[in-house]
């Protein structure tokens, strides 16, 4: 039973990583209704612009702010020369923009950084926290708490900021309707370049946890997919969505991991293992058939 | 001459090639209420989005004439340089932000206002003041409202941003005739009370005419006709080709007299 546990918090742990990458995904879909399929990528190009502050002797805090000026730049050219030439078009469109996009910044990122994995050390080691070992004889990892603690942290405020602020209601009204949004004053430029540059934040926080794990490398782009299951559990426009979603998909997948493999075995024979890498999209394929808009996503309202 | 809002021989073009507007002059004073009638394209649309700048989102271009409010030129200006300046359209089919609520819709209207949090309030009582029935609905998702809650929602998200000049876009559209009597009631005390001058663009001519104090009727992009509401009532044309009455009674298509004064109309 305490293996059990001991696999579920782990599970739900990472769960919160993937949460934080859903998250930047919720935030540029939920204000311009834009799937960002280059948000995996920002990702990548955030952890590696970190990595590469900090390689030309810059201090964590001083790299991490550099590395935000960075997203938010991009977020700006983003909306300048993408987004503002695509308004009120079909949002396929918007979304095979956001493809190139992606291709771009892999591509880019290592022309300006080089393409060696590198490591990232942000202080904190992966080892387990020794009180609990020794009370309940569990390994919990003090990286995951932190890490999860950081991003509940940030999707907390990001939940209030959408809720309660001037621009959060802003943001949400450009999502519901560009051109309303536009006929009431709000300039959508700004609120976009905004939401870009918050999202591009979400990266770098996402991307400096995952890179600290497993090493600053390209791999980081297809890591963020894992994003896509959680979104489509938590729905795309909700932000607590994200989070509930991420640790749903954390912890079945690790349960289903360390579960399944043995029972697969015992009927079939042979070898199960790596049900990791696809469990959370074969869950998310069912939910879709259940209820398609997640468990937190907006209703599509249509009046008949 | 210092007139109020002035549109001077403007051309419309879209995506480059088409003509939508040929040449459209018009005038609306300060504190009254101007009703723009006319048929399915004839450029009703066209026109408030052009004063309201709108127009460049759907790749639409004022590429001749100028418009003017209060002596200022306001054709290259943004959306939200318009509704600082105290114009601001309400666009045809509502679009209300059907996932927010009835109040958070009103309090985006108040985007471009930098206003504290006690005027806030007091701007959004003011509004529920003349729609009480969103006060009763404040909390709902707009998208789950009636038609006419949702036009209330509308013109009270507009009121938000403390406009002098509304531009009303098909506010009838799908309305029972009632509602549009309640909205067009309400649009008369926003004239007289608050002093917001309207621009109104209608295809139900009948109740457009009864509530606004100056016509222009728009053909094809063109002006073709404009006068004081109660002449343009009483004019054989216009009764016959909007309102559905002449002085006979109703009249057969076929009839070679008709045709013939319906295509000098249109020439």
């Keep these: ?304 | 001459m210092g007139s109020y809002l002035s549109i001077n021989n403007i051309e419309v073009i879209y995506d480059h090639v088409i003509l939508v507007l040929k040449g459209v002059s018009l005038d609306v004073p300060q504190g009254k209420i101007v009703a723009l009638l006319g048929a399915n394209g004839a450029g009703k649309t066209t026109t408030l989005k052009a004063i309201s700048n709108l127009l460049r989102a759907e790749r639409g271009e004022v590429t001749k004439g100028d418009i003017q409010f209060k002596d200022r030129r306001v054709d290259q200006m943004t959306p939200n340089e318009m509704v600082k300046g105290g114009v601001i359209q309400v666009m045809e089919g509502r679009h209300c932000f059907a996932h927010l609520t009835v109040e958070e819709n009103l309090l985006t209207g108040a985007y471009t206002q930098a206003q504290s949090r006690a005027e806030l309030k007091a701007s959004l009582e003011k509004v529920y003041q003349y729609f009480p029935r969103l006060k009763q609905r404040r909390s709902s998702q707009a998208g789950y409202t009636s038609g006419g809650e949702q036009q209330m929602t509308a013109i009270g998200r507009a009121l938000m941003a403390n406009p002098e000049m509304i531009l009303l876009d098909e506010p009838s559209m799908g309305l029972a005739p009632q509602i549009v009597e309640e909205i067009f009631e309400i649009v008369r005390d926003l004239n007289q009370r608050e002093k917001v001058s309207f621009l109104l663009a209608e295809q139900n001519t009948m109740v457009a005419l009864r509530y606004a104090d100056f016509g222009y009727i728009l053909e094809n992009g063109r002006v073709v006709m404009e006068g004081q509401a109660e002449d343009l009532r009483s004019n054989e044309d216009v009764k016959e080709f909007y309102l559905g009455l002449s002085s006979a009674g109703r009249k057969s298509f076929r009839e070679v007299k008709h045709y013939r004064r319906r295509k000098r109309w249109l020439a």
């Design chain 1, 1 to 304: 039973m305490q293996f059990f546990f001991e696999v579920l918090i782990g599970g739900l742990l990472s769960g919160v990583m993937y949460s934080l990458v859903a998250l930047g995904f919720v935030l540029i879909f939920k204000a311009s209704g834009v799937f960002n399929f280059a948000q995996g990528a920002m990702v990548f190009f955030a952890a590696l612009s970190l990595v590469g502050f900090m390689e030309h002797g810059a201090p964590l805090w001083l790299a991490f702010i550099l590395a935000f000026v960075v997203m938010t730049l991009f977020g700006i050219a983003t909306e300048k020369f993408v987004l503002r030439k695509m308004v009120n078009q079909p949002p396929i469109a918007l979304f095979m923009a956001t493809i190139g996009l992606s291709f771009f910044i892999d591509g880019f990122a290592p022309l300006l950084w080089g393409n060696e994995v590198r490591a990232l050390d942000i202080g904190l080691v992966d080892e387990p926290i020794p009180w609990i070992l020794d009370n309940w004889n569990m390994v919990i990892s003090k990286f995951d708490l932190f890490a999860a603690g950081l991003a509940l942290a940030l999707v907390a405020l990001l939940a209030l900021f959408f809720q309660y602020t001037r621009i959060g209601r802003a943001l949400r009204a450009v999502a519901d309707d560009h051109q309303a949004a536009l006929s009431i004053g709000i300039p959508l430029q700004h609120i976009w370049a905004l939401v870009w540059a918050v999202a591009g934040f979400v990266a770098l926080v996402a991307g400096m946890l995952w890179g600290s794990r497993n090493g600053v490398q390209f791999a980081l782009t297809f890591t963020a997919l894992k994003a896509l299951p959680v979104l489509i559990l938590g729905g795309f426009t909700s932000v607590p969505g994200a989070i509930v979603g991420g640790l749903i998909i954390g912890a079945s997948e690790k349960l289903a991991e360390i579960y399944i493999p043995p029972v697969m075995a015992g009927w079939f024979g042979g070898n199960f293992g790596g049900i990791e890498g696809w469990f959370p999209y074969v869950m998310a394929l069912l939910f879709l058939l259940v209820r398609p808009e997640g468990l937190f996503g907006e209703k599509h309202i249509d009046r008949v």
